[in-house]
C-alpha cells in the first residue's frame, strides 16, 4: 500500500536527495505551482541537493530559461538533468546521420554541436523525435503513414522524450513518447535515454553526488513525479523509492476533490505493475 503524506517536510529525516520530476509537479507548462517551488527551495536550503530530472529533449541549459519565465526560483534546485541530455549521447554516436528530425523548431538547439545532417524520410539514415511537428493539434495518427515507410527500411528512432502526454494548462498533449509508441507497434526500433530508462538516473545521480559532503547512498534518494510509466516506473527500475504526486497527467484517477484517493492511487500503480512508497495530492512542504 501507498502511504499517504501530508508534505515533504515529514520525509525530511529518511531522505537526503531528491530527483524531482518538473512538468506536472512544479509546474503545467503555463504556470509554476508556489507551494511545490517552496518546497524545494526549503529541501534543498536544509536538508539536501534537489536534482530536476526532466523529460525535456531540450538540454538542460535551454530549459533553465523557462524555469525563469514561469518564475520557478533558483533557489529551489540545485542542478537540473533532462532527456534533451543524455539523448544528445546517443545522436553524436549516430553522426553524421543524415537523420529525419521530427520535432518543432524550438527544439532544435538539441541538435547543436553534434555535427548531425538531415534528411527527408526516404534518405534519413535514423529518426530523432522530440515530439510533434505541432503539438497543439498533430496526433500520433498524423504520422503513421510515413513512420510505417521508415519502419519498412529498417530505421531506427532516438526519442528525445519519452513521455507519453503533458498537461499544458487544462489540455493534454501529446510528446515524442507517443510517437515512438507507434514507431514500436509497427515494428519500428526505438532508443531513449530519458525515464524510465537507466541513462537519464545515471546523470541525475552524479550531478546529486557532486552536492554531497560524503558518499551518495541510494537509500537515501526519493525521486518525486506524477507520471507512472515514466518517473515511478523508472525509479523502481533503479531500486529507488518514490513518492507519486497525483495533480498530474493522473489526476482524473487519482485525485477526489482536493485530497488524495487512495484507493485509486493503488489501483493505477498495480495495472501498470508498478510501487510508489509514497503519495500527495500536490507537492507542498
Known amino acids: 500500500m501507498t502511504q499517504p503524506v501530508a508534505g515533504l517536510s515529514r520525509l525530511a529525516d529518511r531522505y537526503d536527495?531528491?530527483?524531482?520530476?518538473?512538468?506536472?509537479?512544479?509546474?503545467?507548462?503555463?504556470?509554476?505551482?508556489?507551494?511545490?517551488?517552496?518546497?524545494?527551495?526549503?529541501?534543498?536550503?536544509?536538508?539536501?541537493?534537489?536534482?530536476?530530472?526532466?523529460n525535456s529533449p531540450r538540454p538542460g541549459a535551454d530549459v533553465l530559461p523557462q524555469l525563469d519565465g514561469l518564475k520557478v526560483p533558483?533557489?529551489?534546485?540545485?542542478?537540473?538533468?533532462?532527456?534533451?541530455?543524455?539523448?544528445?549521447?546517443?545522436?553524436?554516436?549516430?553522426?553524421?546521420?543524415?537523420?529525419?528530425?521530427?520535432?518543432?523548431?524550438?527544439?532544435a538547439i538539441l541538435y547543436e554541436g553534434l555535427g548531425l545532417e538531415f534528411a527527408t524520410p526516404e534518405a534519413a539514415a535514423f529518426i530523432a523525435c522530440t515530439g510533434p511537428y505541432d503539438d497543439e493539434v498533430e496526433t500520433p495518427e498524423d504520422y503513421r503513414v510515413r513512420l510505417e515507410a521508415a519502419a519498412d527500411r529498417g530505421l531506427t528512432m532516438i526519442c528525445a522524450n519519452p513521455d507519453i502526454v503533458v498537461q499544458r494548462g487544462p489540455k493534454m498533449i501529446y510528446?515524442?513518447?507517443?510517437?515512438?509508441?507507434?514507431?514500436?507497434?509497427?515494428?519500428?526500433?526505438?532508443?531513449?535515454?530519458?525515464?524510465?530508462?537507466?541513462?537519464?538516473?545515471?546523470?541525475?545521480?552524479?550531478?546529486?553526488?557532486?552536492?554531497?559532503?560524503?558518499?551518495?547512498?541510494?537509500?537515501?534518494?526519493?525521486?518525486?513525479?506524477?507520471?507512472?510509466?515514466?518517473?515511478?516506473?523508472?525509479?523502481?527500475?533503479?531500486?529507488?523509492?518514490?513518492?507519486?504526486?497525483?495533480?498530474?497527467?493522473?489526476?482524473?484517477?487519482?485525485?477526489?476533490?482536493?485530497?488524495?484517493n487512495a484507493a485509486g492511487v493503488d489501483a493505477l500503480l498495480g495495472e501498470e505493475g508498478v510501487h510508489a512508497a509514497y503519495a500527495m495530492p500536490r507537492l507542498v512542504w
Not at 550531478?207 to 523502481?236: F, K, M, W, Y
Open 74 to 107: 533558483r533557489d529551489a534546485f540545485a542542478a537540473l538533468v533532462t532527456s534533451g541530455d543524455a539523448t544528445r549521447v546517443l545522436l553524436a554516436e549516430r553522426a553524421p546521420g543524415p537523420a529525419w528530425a521530427i520535432g518543432p523548431d524550438r527544439d
Open 175 to 260: 510528446c515524442g513518447g507517443a510517437l515512438a509508441q507507434l514507431y514500436e507497434a509497427v515494428g519500428g526500433a526505438v532508443q531513449m535515454a530519458g525515464k524510465p530508462h537507466p541513462p537519464i538516473y545515471d546523470l541525475a545521480l552524479a550531478q546529486a553526488a557532486l552536492r554531497l559532503s560524503g558518499s551518495l547512498n541510494r537509500e537515501r534518494v526519493l525521486c518525486i513525479g506524477d507520471g507512472v510509466p515514466t518517473d515511478v516506473r523508472g525509479a523502481n527500475a533503479q531500486g529507488l523509492d518514490v513518492m507519486f504526486v497525483a495533480a498530474g497527467i493522473h489526476g482524473a484517477e487519482t485525485l477526489s476533490g482536493e485530497g488524495l
Open 17 to 54: 536527495v531528491l530527483l524531482c520530476d518538473i512538468w506536472g509537479v512544479i509546474h503545467d507548462g503555463r504556470v509554476s505551482y508556489p507551494d511545490a517551488c517552496a518546497a524545494l527551495t526549503r529541501w534543498n536550503a536544509e536538508v539536501g541537493p534537489v536534482v530536476l530530472i526532466s
